[in-house]
Every structure is written in C-alpha cells, then in structure tokens.
C-alpha cells in the first residue's frame, strides 16, 4: 500500500485547489466579482443547461434547500433563470442567462490557461497523456456501477 505522499488522490486536489484558487482570484478582478466560491457548485462542468435543481444538487454532493439557496443567488445576480421544461411533468428547470454563459466561459478561459502553464511545466506530451489517462478514468467510472 502506498504511503501518503505517493498516493494520487491528495496530489489531485491540490492540483484542484490550484485551479480553484485562480477561478477565485480571476472573477474577484473581474466582471463577475459577484460570483462567490459556493456558487462554483453550480457553475461547475459542465453547468446548469436544462437541468432540474435536483440534479444540480446530486452533482455538487449538496442537498436540495442548499443548491436552491445558491440558484437564488445566481438568479438574482442574473446568471441563471428558472424556466419549465418542455416536459410539464419534469417541473422547472435551471438554465444559463447570455451573463451566466460570458461567465462560464471566463470560467473555462481561466482553467485553460492555467492548464497551459501545466503542459509547459511537465511538457505537452506528458499532459496530453495526463489527460488521456484522466479520460480513461471517467470513462470507467461511468461503466462501473457505484457501490451504494
């Protein structure tokens, strides 16, 4: 068995505490300063597109009174709307407003540079063949069922 410092999952979240860390100080300067930490739950990949808040809370491992506390923030900072589904019977659900899709993508702009440092840090060649791994990964983890 390995010892702690040779396991991944703790190497993992630093590198996510890294990436959380310059979502944080680039919205803080930016145009959408009003986005706050906890609202990264929402807004994390690949954000809320049509979806039930149950499903948004399932995704961020919250309940449903908390993710519905943050979605009340985001709404009436003009990020997201609720809306009906096409289906009568799904009920409402959550979608992006044109300022919660520019946020989205200084989002995703900000991890994507951050993720260049990184290639050239370790070269590009090992990060693809990072990436790829972590793709394998997902991909198992979704033909696996989950233990309950």
């Known amino acids: 068995?390995?010892?702690?410092s040779e396991l991944v999952s703790p190497q993992m979240r630093v590198l996510w505490q890294q990436a959380r860390d310059r979502i944080h100080d680039a919205l803080?300067?930016?145009e959408f300063s009003d986005i706050r930490a906890e609202h990264l739950s929402?807004?994390?990949y690949p954000g809320?597109?049509?979806e039930r808040p149950s499903v948004l809370a399932a995704r961020a491992g919250m309940s449903r009174q908390a993710i519905n506390h943050l979605l009340r923030g985001l709404q009436d900072a003009g990020y997201v709307e609720r809306g009906p589904h096409i289906d009568p019977s799904v009920g409402r659900v959550i979608t992006l407003t044109p300022r919660g899709q520019e946020a989205l993508?200084?989002?995703r702009a900000t991890v994507a540079g951050l993720e260049r440092e990184w290639?050239?840090?370790i070269g590009e060649r090992r990060f693809e063949a990072m990436r790829s791994a972590i793709e394998d990964l997902l991909a198992s983890r979704e033909a696996t069922p989950r233990p309950r």
């Open 1 to 4: 068995m390995p010892s702690g």
């Open 28 to 30: 803080a300067g930016s």
């Open 42 to 44: 929402v807004l994390q």
């Open 48 to 50: 809320p597109h049509g």
């Open 105 to 107: 993508k200084f989002i």
């Open 119 to 121: 290639a050239a840090a």
